[in-house]
């Protein structure tokens, strides 16, 4: 079993940045996809970007490529994604999820095992 729990979320005015953290426990990312997506209100989960267990591999929506990195620290379990430039529209609750293995299924909600309870970004015009 794994636990997701996400952090770093909160206010920021457009043009800023923050850096959400999901840190896990439970066992090690090692051969896992980690990924984030995000669902504002009214609207499906979208998915945001992924990243492989080793870290080698990274995936981003077209939406936010160019402004957001996702990054991995395996020694402290925990996954990262870096927010720049933000936007009014990038406003909405923000999830980390797992899943056993990274492949073309990483941008779809339903190839992730465990989810964390979310983070809200809010990003104000």
């Known amino acids: 079993q794994v636990q997701l729990v996400e952090s770093g979320g909160g206010l920021v005015q457009a043009g800023g940045s923050l850096r959400l953290s999901c840190a896990a426990s439970g066992r090690t990312f090692s051969g896992y996809a980690m990924g984030w997506f995000r669902q504002a209100p009214g609207k499906d989960r979208d998915f945001v970007a992924a990243i492989s267990g080793s870290g080698g591999r990274t995936s981003y929506a077209d939406s936010v490529k160019g402004r957001f990195t996702v990054s991995i620290d395996n020694a402290k379990n925990t996954v990262y994604l870096q927010m720049n430039s933000l936007r009014p529209e990038d406003t909405a609750v923000y999830y980390c999820?797992?899943?056993?293995?990274?492949?073309?299924?990483?941008?779809?909600?339903?190839?992730?095992?465990?989810w964390g309870q979310g983070t809200q970004v809010t990003v104000s015009s």
């Open positions: 999820a797992a899943a056993t293995i990274y492949n073309s299924g990483t941008g779809y909600a339903r190839h992730y095992d465990y």
